[in-house]
């Protein structure tokens, strides 16, 4: 008996299952993917029609960085190509948000994904610490690095308001480091204990 009531109990919730989630699927996840009559159709990709599949070339990125150098001469100080043909911007600490907010917005950028911040610490040099900022263009297959750099005394902006991201990598960077994030809406520690004592990097 016990046995039978279990199949029953299955069997009525593998019906409910099917008369719920896929008006939830069809609605929130399949409408971008659909054809004329309604239905998915996972080989319809017009969605992506504007992600470029190729990256973009070494010849491309450069072009583009002495483009950002020129537009923005009072905030980029450094525009050059990494050792893996990476774009790399250095730019001063009051250009974070105008930086990265040009990165993301601007047409032949889209920018649109940071997809990761980390801090080096480096004692010797005045500004011990460099704030470095990973970006994702799906648009133009790229991507790019911001460099900037302070102390363990002066706060720099924090990109929250450019990227959702950043309230948790920052976060994470202030629990390691010591860096301090100005107008950041949550900065607390993330990784060690609340009683914690310091910086563990």
Not at 36 to 42: A, K, M, V, W
Not at 70 to 93: G, V
Not at 163 to 173: G, P, Q
């Given at each position: 008996?016990?046995?039978?009531?279990?199949?029953?109990?299955?069997?009525?919730?593998?019906?409910?299952?099917?008369?719920?989630?896929?008006?939830?699927?069809?609605?929130?996840?399949?409408?971008?993917?659909?054809?004329p009559q309604g239905s998915f159709?996972?080989?319809?990709?017009?969605?992506?029609?504007?992600?470029?599949?190729?990256?973009?070339?070494?010849?491309?990125?450069?072009?583009?960085?002495?483009?950002?150098?020129?537009?923005?001469?009072?905030?980029?100080?450094?525009?050059?190509?990494?050792?893996?043909?990476?774009?790399?911007?250095?730019?001063?600490?009051?250009?974070?948000?105008?930086?990265?907010?040009?990165?993301?917005?601007?047409?032949?950028?889209?920018?649109?994904?940071?997809?990761?911040?980390?801090?080096?610490?480096?004692?010797?040099?005045?500004?011990?610490?460099?704030?470095?900022?990973?970006?994702?263009?799906?648009?133009?297959?790229?991507?790019?690095?911001?460099?900037?750099?302070?102390?363990?005394?002066?706060?720099?902006?924090?990109?929250?308001?450019?990227?959702?991201?950043?309230?948790?990598?920052?976060?994470?960077?202030?629990?390691?480091?010591?860096?301090?994030?100005?107008?950041?809406?949550?900065?607390?520690?993330?990784?060690?204990?609340?009683?914690?004592?310091?910086?563990?990097?």
């Amino acid at each position: 008996k016990m046995a039978l009531l279990g199949r029953l109990a299955a069997r009525g919730f593998r019906r409910a299952l099917s008369r719920t989630v896929p008006t939830v699927c069809s609605s929130r996840c399949m409408s971008a993917a659909t054809d004329p009559q309604g239905s998915f159709d996972p080989k319809n990709t017009s969605r992506y029609s504007n992600i470029s599949q190729k990256p973009c070339s070494k010849e491309q990125l450069e072009r583009f960085g002495a483009y950002m150098l020129d537009l923005m001469p009072k905030y980029i100080q450094l525009a050059q190509m990494t050792d893996t043909n990476e774009l790399e911007l250095c730019i001063h600490p009051d250009g974070i948000v105008p930086v990265l907010t040009t990165l993301k917005d601007h047409s032949m950028a889209q920018f649109t994904q940071l997809i990761e911040m980390t801090a080096v610490d480096v004692p010797k040099r005045p500004h011990r610490f460099e704030l470095v900022y990973c970006l994702l263009s799906l648009a133009y297959n790229s991507r790019i690095v911001v460099k900037t750099y302070t102390d363990e005394l002066t706060p720099v902006d924090s990109a929250s308001s450019v990227y959702d991201s950043a309230i948790w990598l920052e976060r994470e960077v202030w629990d390691m480091f010591g860096v301090f994030f100005a107008n950041h809406p949550d900065l607390r520690r993330i990784l060690t204990d609340y009683g914690f004592e310091g910086h563990p990097f």
